[in-house]
């Protein structure tokens, strides 16, 4: 799999979601160029590609560039289907599995995972998270205590689920919900999980580290820029100007022609001077599009 085929991941290592995306590029058994990109803000090799989306992480497949983890693994899934992320007998269900590993749940694990990390050091990541999403520290080390304990809970039901024997949350295989859930014992743990979880949850979750990444190809950001400028979108056109923006954060707005809306979600096609023409696909979920 080389040039425009290849799935380029645009992430850093700590990135929770980023880690859903490296496990499912893994069950796929996919090869892909692996951009680090920063934790913090500015991001401008990223926004020549985006045009302003600075979340982790980014998927790139040529001049097509993914935003948001939901988008992302429809490409995947849409582009190399087997082994599919939604296995039977749950299927679609997967994905209100995967869902439940956000929100609420996912503020927990960000408890256990920051909670007790010092200030020293961390001055920059605090600052760019409270501009962005309003997430000031002091604030949130005095909702930790009870965002830890709602954690734990939530780690007691997905060890009841797997009570029964089976070896992954839907079934025989493992699909987009076991992912999202491993996300966040992983991301909780800081990367090392298995010292975290015990009963029927330690064999699950050694199950589903042992997909793996796949086989992750260094890149750097002026290649893959590189990449998509010499590559066509798969969707063209447009005769509406919009923007896109996400809930919930002040990151810019990304601004282009809309060129597909669908069940699916969005895709906008803007020009870049140093990626050229570019096709940005969103999901409908956690968007606020308003026409320019």
Known sequence: MTGSDQPILHHYEASPWAEVVRLALGMKGLSWGSVIIPSICPKPDLE???????????????????CDTL???????????????YPEPLGA??????KEAGGATFVAAVA??????PMEGMESFWEDRARRFGLERGQFLAMAPPLRSAFA??????????????????GDA??????????????????????????SLAPWARRVAALGHGRPEPMTAADAIAVARAATPTVTGGQVRVSVRQEGTSDPAVEGWLARED???LTLIRHDPRAGDVAVHFPHEGQVVERL
């Not at 020549?48 to 993914?66: F, H, S």
């Not at 988008?71 to 992320?85: D, G, H, K, S």
């Not at 269900?93 to 995967?98: D, I, P, Q, Y």
């Open 263 to 265: 069940m699916n979600g």
């Open 71 to 85: 988008a992302i693994l429809a490409a995947l899934e849409a582009r190399w289907p087997a082994p599919t992320l």
């Open 48 to 66: 020549a590609l985006t045009g302003g989306y600075v979340r982790t992480p980014v998927l790139q497949i040529g001049a097509d560039i993914y």
């Open 174 to 199: 493992p699909g987009h919900g076991d992912l999202a859930h491993m996300m966040l014992i992983w991301f909780a743990a800081r990367g090392s999980p298995f010292e975290t979880v015990s009963g």
């Open 93 to 98: 269900g997967h994905r209100e599995l995967a």
């Open 112 to 117: 256990v995972a920051l909670g007790d990390l």
């Open 153 to 170: 809970a939530h780690l007691a039901r997905l060890e009841a689920m797997l009570a029964d024997g089976r070896p992954y949350l839907g």
